[in-house]
T-cell receptor
């Protein structure tokens, strides 16, 4: 079954700390993997997108990694800020029909 | 903002009502999407329009009817909905291109069916 699993489901950290979110997938054939940030009551906003040949990509304090062999990705947030509180969604595009499979998201809460 | 707008932002309707959700993209994209987002569940793709033609339906119930009159506008017509249809409905657009195509989402319409 083609799936995208994210962990943890929720995470609470203190402002200024780092954290890492995980995404494992089983979809095949893989095309690309995206991380989105979704603030409460808003639509998702793209953070990074990585293809098979890319194993790391940064966007400010966000750094995504991809291991296409083990089918794992992580999103590392450095020096967290209160505004990082959001749901982080991993999305994998796969197949010749360019299907998208979404993870359930990790709900991150950053406390002062 | 992302360049994708949705109206209304909130909607409460009874099961016998007919309503429509509207989406407009100002990014010059050639594909538009409707998604359903229920609490604690992954985003579910409902409809895709590429170059104003529907390319995917995903077995969505007929009480949801999409309309794409041009590349900038997308509607979702709602009729005889059920309480389980209460969710956040997100519209997105993209420029269908190579591998690194990014979807830009609107803010969503929060729908409550009573």
């Amino acid at each position: 079954k083609n799936q995208v699993e994210q962990s943890p489901q929720s995470l609470i950290i203190l402002e200024g700390k780092n954290c890492t979110l995980q995404c494992n997938y089983t979809v095949s054939p893989f095309s690309n993997l995206r991380w989105y940030k979704q603030d409460t009551g808003r639509g998702p906003v793209s953070l990074t997108i990585m293809t098979f040949s890319e194993n790391t990509k940064s966007n400010g304090r966000y750094t995504a990694t991809l291991d296409a062999d083990t089918k794992q990705s992580s999103l590392h947030i450095t020096a967290s800020q209160l505004s990082d509180s959001a749901s982080y969604i991993c999305v994998v595009e796969w197949g010749s029909a360019r299907q998208l499979t979404f993870g359930s998201g990790t709900q991150l809460t950053v406390l002062p | 903002e992302t360049g994708v707008t949705q109206t209304p932002r909130h909607l409460v309707m009874g099961m016998t009502n007919k309503k429509s959700l509207k989406c407009e993209q100002h990014l010059g994209h050639n594909a538009m999407y409707w998604y359903k987002q229920s609490a604690k569940k992954p985003l579910e793709l409902m409809f895709v329009y590429s170059l104003e033609e529907r390319v995917e339906n995903n077995s969505v119930p007929s009480r949801f009817s999409p309309e794409c009159p041009n590349s900038s506008h997308l509607f979702l017509h709602l009729h005889t909905l059920q309480p389980e249809d209460s969710a956040l409905y997100l519209c997105a657009s993209s420029q269908v291109a190579g591998v690194q195509e990014t979807q830009y989402f609107g803010p969503g319409t929060r729908l409550l069916v009573l």
